[in-house]
């Protein structure tokens, strides 16, 4: 596949996704008749919290397709995993903080959630991927 129709492709993709749990977190919260969705004993506005969904999927695909080709190696797939979880972990911890009283700890869990959850995405890619990966390599 071509490198910026990749990038489109997953673009699309995380947007879906963002878009999917985004609604799930609607449905859930508005079926309790909130507004507001209730995390950790902190209270996020739901807009902010869909949008973080839909925003942060399609950024994560936007940074997948664009380093798509480090996903050969598995050392690199769970480099492109991390960042391309950093974004939304980085929007999470600051929908419920504003960056005006960012604290050291808000910065250690965002780079604590990237990596425990973006060495596995990044792994998962890759096994998603395989064949394609597979395919691109034995054409060069």
């Not at 508005?30 to 209730?38: C, E, K, N, P, Q």
């Not at 972990?89 to 005006?100: E, H, K, M, Q």
């Not at 959630?113 to 395989?130: D, E, K, N, P, Q």
């Amino acid at each position: 596949m071509e490198y910026w129709n990749r990038v489109k492709v997953l673009a699309r993709w995380g947007l879906i996704c963002g878009a999917i749990l985004g609604s799930v977190v609607a449905l859930v919260s508005l079926s309790h008749r909130s507004t507001t969705v209730h995390i950790g004993g902190v209270d996020i506005n739901l807009l902010a919290a869909v949008a973080l969904y839909v925003v942060g999927g399609a950024l994560a695909g936007i940074i997948v397709g664009l380093c798509f080709p480090l996903i050969r190696r598995r050392l690199g797939a769970a480099f492109v995993g991390v960042l391309g979880i950093a974004p939304l972990s980085l929007g999470a911890v600051a929908t419920y903080t504003s960056f005006g009283e960012w604290q050291s700890l808000d910065t250690e869990t965002v780079i604590v959630t990237s990596l425990v959850l973006g060495i596995g995405a990044g792994l998962m890619y890759r096994s998603i991927f395989h064949e394609e990966i597979e395919k691109e390599s034995k054409t060069k």
